[in-house]
């Protein structure tokens, strides 16, 4: 597979698709404990684990739904330090925005710097009008940051049986 497609362009950030030279990436990402605490376990063991959900469920995304999870860099550095975008869930009438981190990288404004690129292209770009976004209870880092990018609670969800998580929703405004 070639380079993978520039999506998106911050002041400090680019957003690009996820390629299949992220697999070593994608699988420390998926296993850190924050992500493991705050988004849930993917079964992500190996690279070749990390190479399939890159197929099966970022890279499907894009060719289903026109959009999906972007790797995100630091300007023109190959190596992402996170990922940002939307997720499609059979349970939510509008994507999910989704941002995730490497450890080193949080507290820095990058979630946020992402999160709003991403929110003006679903706006702009997709014809998206409204987002929600998924928390776990407790996670008051990402609850901050939902507050600060206009989202408002709308109370508890059931994910999956015995599985509740805190649902926001935003309407994007023209």
Known sequence: ????????????????EVALSDTAFLLRLLNDPTWLENIGDRGVRSEADAERYIRDKIRASYQALGFGLYAVQMGSAAQPIGICGLVKRD?????????????EFAGQGYASEAARAVMLHAQRKLGIERLYALVQHGNHRSVRLLERLGFRRDGPRSTAPGVEVELYVTQLRA
């Open 91 to 103: 349970f939510l009438s509008a994507p999910d925005l989704g941002v995730a981190l490497l450890p």
């Open 1 to 16: 597979m070639g380079a993978a497609t520039a999506i998106l362009a911050t002041q400090r950030l680019q957003l690009r």
